[in-house]
T-cell receptor, first 114, second 114 residues
Framework: QKEVEQDPGPLSVPEGAIVSLNCTYSNSAFQYFMWYRQYSRKGPELLMYTYSSGNKEDGRFTAQVDKSSKYISLFIRDSQPSDSATYLCAMRPLADASGSRLTFGEGTQLTVNP | EAQVTQNPRYLITVTGKKLTVTCSQNMNHEYMSWYRQDPGLGLRQIYYSMNVEVTDKGDVPEGYKVSRKEKRNFPLILESPSPNQTSLYFC?????????????FGNGTRLTVT
């Protein structure tokens, strides 16, 4: 069983919709939670980063972490066609012998239609 | 411009023919890592390096080698490529291992082994 589960989609929404992307995980040692965005033929780029539980907001994006449920979410408000990409969740423990090793979800492919 | 540069972007080769994928970063980052990305499996770490001359195995190291002779370069070597190494490869770096230091990814190398 995978440590991080993410629905691969694809997810297609109209412009302006609120998008909810989610990941569940099984390793209770995970403390750092990140969302990466990957455009076609590009490498992933860091979108949001959260330490431990709680919410974090950055413009149209909100990241939520619920450690009690081992569940993280990314919300996109007023979605735009430029948000069309694959969104990857990633996480790692506080202390890890491998340093920055991230465990990634499979990624959710999002298309925002004009 | 701060970036991680991989070469080549696309590579088609035959089974058993040794190849090297280069990776270079201009951000003076200590930590560098290689990932492969496969459908249904997401991103998986191959090797990582905490600093010059310090490298270690990730989750899927079989069939790969790396070296870190200089801080900026971290080549990935396939001594005898096989078809199961057909994949999309990403090099990544961060200022330091662990903590909140985000990973910066290159734009990928798509490798096909026939």
């Amino acid at each position: 069983q995978k440590e991080v589960e993410q629905d691969p989609g694809p997810l297609s929404v109209p412009e302006g919709a609120i998008v909810s992307l989610n990941c569940t995980y099984s390793n209770s040692a995970f403390q750092y939670f990140m969302w990466y965005r990957q455009y076609s033929r590009k490498g992933p780029e860091l979108l949001m980063y959260t330490y431990s539980s709680g919410n974090k907001e950055d413009g149209r994006f909100t990241a939520q972490v619920d450690k009690s449920s081992k569940y993280i979410s990314l919300f996109i408000r007023d979605s735009q066609p430029s948000d069309s990409a694959t969104y990857l969740c990633a996480m790692r423990p506080l202390a890890d012998a491998s340093g920055s090793r991230l465990t990634f979800g499979e990624g959710t492919q999002l298309t925002v239609n004009p | 411009e701060a970036q991680v540069t991989q070469n080549p972007r696309y590579l088609i080769t035959v089974t058993g023919k040794k190849l090297t994928v280069t990776c270079s970063q201009n951000m003076n980052h200590e930590y560098m890592s290689w990932y492969r990305q496969d459908p249904g499996l997401g991103l998986r770490q191959i090797y990582y390096s905490m600093n010059v001359e310090v490298t270690d195995k990730g989750d899927v190291p079989e069939g790969y080698k790396v070296s870190r002779k200089e801080k900026r370069n971290f080549p990935l070597i396939l001594e005898s490529p096989s078809p199961n190494q057909t994949s999309l490869y990403f090099c990544a770096s961060s200022l330091r291992p662990g903590g909140d230091s985000p990973l910066h990814f290159g734009n990928g190398t798509r490798l096909t082994v026939t």
